[in-house]
């Protein structure tokens, strides 16, 4: 009967016999220093993400169209036609106005 060799041609064990670890030693780990990126990136102004759709000014619009109503009392404009006025999905405005409170509810 043959017996299969415990380490390969090269000399190095198995990583299965090491407890995991890779032949050539490493822990095979991310770095600490990995990890920390974004808060050195901070540091130096750099903010990560996309950019927002819509700048301070066209969330005021937006809000100010929102809370605006006809003379029936209903709201004269959709999120719909909100979004496709400023070339947006509805939920980026949703997204915008859960950031920036509601004239009526800020003054109420």
């Known amino acids: 009967m043959l017996r299969?060799?415990?380490?390969?041609?090269?000399?190095?064990?198995?990583?299965?016999r090491e407890g995991?670890?890779?032949?050539d030693g490493r822990s095979g780990r991310t770095p600490l220093t990995v990890r920390r990126i974004p808060e050195a990136a901070r540091a130096r102004g750099?903010?990560?993400?996309?950019?927002?759709?819509?700048?301070?000014?066209?969330?005021?619009?937006a809000r100010e169209m929102y809370d605006e109503v006809d003379a029936n009392g209903k709201q004269k404009w959709t999120v719909?036609?909100?979004?496709?006025?400023?070339?947006?999905?509805r939920p980026t405005i949703y997204r915008h106005f859960s950031k920036v409170p509601s004239q009526s509810t800020a003054t109420g």
Not at 7 to 16: A, E, L, N, V, Y
Not at 46 to 61: E, M, N, S, T
Request: net charge positive; aromatic share 2%; proline share 16%.
């Open 4 to 16: 299969r060799p415990k380490s390969p041609p090269g000399g190095r064990t198995c990583p299965c």
């Open 46 to 61: 750099r903010a990560g993400g996309q950019k927002p759709k819509l700048g301070p000014r066209q969330v005021q619009l």
């Open 80 to 89: 719909q036609q909100i979004a496709d006025e400023f070339g947006v999905t």
């Open 20 to 23: 995991g670890l890779p032949a």
